[in-house]
């Protein structure tokens, strides 16, 4: 996992490897095809956004991969994140596979050892800049050892220095660690303590936006139920 450099997979071959396993499919709106095959004799993950290809969406596709690519570089041997293998399509990349079990397991098993890793691993990925503002049980992998493995880097977002003071990446880092702690009171019944509760407390501007924009909802709905 991450930790031996893997060999570089070919920029844009004339077609793309065969699938092995679909691992998940794409249903919702920019969600790519993600499956397991083999590249240079080793296991690999695919996340293939080329449906998209020929459309309206075909931008922001190839800002996913990007964006998703980008982050992996930054993070290479980095042990809490899988190693890019490289775009092998202009909408599709190829991703080391980390085998291991669901957090939701890892978490049954031994939840305080897992979530105070999890915990460290976002916290070291906030330090280098990096938040990932799509944390979830099944963007969490626990590799041998008890390894947490982040995946899904496509909604991550990385602040220049000059920025990472400012109250909206603030704000991201503190869903982060949101995230991480209603999973660890979901999977454990551990709730945050009282330190955390400060911690995680939102300014008054995020409450007022999200107020306002659950008023303008209801407004909305109202209007168009009359």
């Known amino acids: 996992m991450n930790t031996t450099r893997l060999p570089a997979v070919a920029q844009r071959p004339a077609r793309l490897p065969p699938r092995c396993r679909t691992l998940k499919r794409g249903e919702r709106l920019l969600e ?54 490289g775009r092998i399509a202009p909408l599709a990349l190829a991703i080391e596979y980390v085998p291991g079990i669901p957090l939701s397991q890892a978490a049954a098993d031994s939840p305080a050892p897992v979530f105070a890793q999890l915990r460290g691993a976002v916290a070291r990925l906030h330090a280098a800049g990096i938040t990932h503002n799509d944390l979830h049980p099944a963007n969490v992998l626990i590799a041998s050892g008890g ?10 977002l990385r602040a220049p220095h000059w920025l990472r003071r400012s109250p909206l990446v603030r704000q991201l880092r503190r869903g982060d660690l949101a995230n991480v702690l209603k999973m660890q009171a979901r999977l454990t019944g551990i709730g945050p303590g009282r330190r955390q509760r400060a911690t995680l407390a939102e300014p008054g501007w995020v409450r007022s936006i999200r107020d306002g924009w659950k008023r303008l909802y209801r407004r909305d709905r109202r209007r168009a139920q009359d």
């Open 147 to 156: 390894t947490p493995v982040l995946i899904d880097f496509a909604s991550s």
């Open 32 to 85: 790519p095809e993600v499956y397991l095959t083999r590249l240079d004799g080793r296991a690999a993950v695919v996340k293939d956004y080329s449906r998209y290809r020929h459309t309206p969406l075909a931008p922001l596709a190839r800002v996913l991969v990007r964006r998703e690519a980008r982050a992996l570089r930054r993070l290479a041997g980095w042990r809490h994140a899988p190693a890019l293998l």
